[in-house]
């Protein structure tokens, strides 16, 4: 017999946080790497047990947040300033929707940037980048 079960970590988490930023941001959502001169890059970091319940579970999921920004090889205040302006902008909403709801089904709860890390590529030093951990709450019923 075949179980019933939810992609929760994909249908409640990476799906509606890939439409938080594209309904916000004009720039490319991509999940396997940054292209072009600006990217976002959407990548699962952990789903672990929060607490089991009588019918049903509370997990917790991290996502990273990745943006980067091909400078040109002008690494300058103005490029150093629009990495940390869409960081800044993207903390924002997320915290805007740290409980996020659609159609009057609640999708995930306490969403927060956990942290962002700022880093230029060892490798190509045109590429800066900014990178949030995203922590946030599903409650799954069965």
């Known amino acids: 017999m075949a179980i019933s079960y939810e992609n929760v970590i994909y249908d409640r988490v990476i799906e509606n946080l890939y439409s938080i930023i594209a309904d916000e941001f004009s720039i490319p959502i991509h999940f396997n790497a940054h292209e072009g001169n600006q990217s976002f890059l959407i990548t ?9 319940l009588t019918d049903g579970q509370t997990r917790n999921c991290e996502v ?3 943006y980067e920004l091909m400078s040109s090889g002008n690494y300058t205040k103005n490029s ?3 990495v940390s302006e869409i960081a800044e902008r993207l ?4 915290y805007n929707n740290r409980n996020y ?6 999708k995930f709860f306490n969403g927060i ?3 962002v890390e700022y880093e230029r590529d060892e490798d ?3 590429l800066l980048r900014s990178i949030l951990s995203f922590t946030c709450t599903t409650l799954e019923l069965v």
Request: proline share 0%; glycine share 6%.
């Open 44 to 52: 699962l970091v952990s789903d672990e047990l929060e607490d089991s």
């Open 64 to 66: 990273q947040i990745s």
């Open 80 to 82: 150093v300033k629009q």
């Open 91 to 94: 903390k924002r909403l997320l």
């Open 101 to 106: 709801a659609e159609s009057g089904t609640n």
């Open 113 to 115: 940037v956990s942290g």
């Open 124 to 126: 190509n030093e045109d």
